[in-house]
T-cell receptor, first 112, second 111 residues
Framework: NAGVTQTPKFQVLKTGQSMTLQCAQD?????MYWYRQDPGMGLRLIYY???????DKGEVPNGYNVSRLNKREFSLRLESAAPSQTSVYFC???????????FGPGTRLTVL | SQQGEEDPQALSIQEGENATMNCSYK?????LQWYRQNSGRGLVHLIL?????REKHSGRLRVTLDTSKKSSSLLITASRAADTASYFC???????????FGKGTKLTVNP
């Protein structure tokens, strides 16, 4: 099992460009999450999906959109990137029976 | 807003010593979790303690929870250089699907 995978690992964008961060899990988990981590900060929740077909806003959703494509995949889209979105983005998933979240390796995004 | 706040922000110890990190939170919880993050990597779950538990052990890890004080501590005994990482507490805010993470404690274990 690969667990939670994220692509790409690194990305540099110019202000105003758009991009989609991809996340997939092979653990048959119902819930999936997108976080951002900034220096000296913990993780802040952007969006989450408690089940296939549903998405909800987290703490910092402005400037982002998400799609729960199927049970395995949960993508995060930046429509018009801004320098304030420079961060490391983590995807996570959680099964129905346990409260533990499993994290991907992260995507390091720089917006110039 | 941050639910959990870890203390200290940074901790530097010698190999073989014990490391203690604390976490305070604000609202009622069903459980509290501790995660570790090695530099440049994703978070890895260490241990979960439920609100009706006071202490839990896993290998060299010992976690305590005091719901009256809304605080938890993580003790790593006989630390190793490989324990060097950032440690985060996370709470579920009373059973929410969402976790709220603190800012973390950066632990350095010197060989």
């Amino acid at each position: 099992n690969a667990g939670v995978t994220q692509t790409p690992k690194f990305q540099v964008l110019k202000t105003g460009q758009s991009m989609t961060l991809q996340c997939a899990q092979d653990m048959n988990h119902n819930s999936m999450y997108w976080y951002r981590q900034d220096p000296g900060m913990g993780l802040r929740l952007i969006y989450y999906s408690a089940s296939e077909g549903t998405t909800d806003k987290g703490e910092v959703p402005n400037g982002y959109n998400v799609s729960r494509l199927n049970k395995r995949e949960f993508s995060l889209r930046l429509e018009s990137a801004a320098p304030s979105q420079t961060s490391v983005y983590f995807c996570a998933s959680k099964g129905q029976r346990r409260d533990t979240q499993y994290f991907g390796p992260g995507t390091r995004l720089t917006v110039l | 807003s941050q639910q959990g706040e870890e203390d200290p922000q940074a901790l530097s110890i010698q190999e073989g010593e014990n490391a203690t990190m604390n976490c305070s939170y604000k609202t009622s919880i069903n459980n509290l979790q501790w995660y570790r993050q090695n530099s440049g990597r994703g978070l890895v779950h260490l241990i979960l303690i439920r609100s009706n538990e006071r202490e839990k052990h896993s290998g060299r890890l010992r976690v305590t929870l005091d719901t009256s004080k809304k605080s938890s501590s993580l003790l790593i005994t006989a630390s190793r250089a490989a324990d060097t990482a950032s440690y985060f507490c996370a709470t579920d805010r009373g059973g929410s699907e969402k976790l709220v993470f603190g800012k973390g404690t950066k632990l350095t274990v010197n060989p």
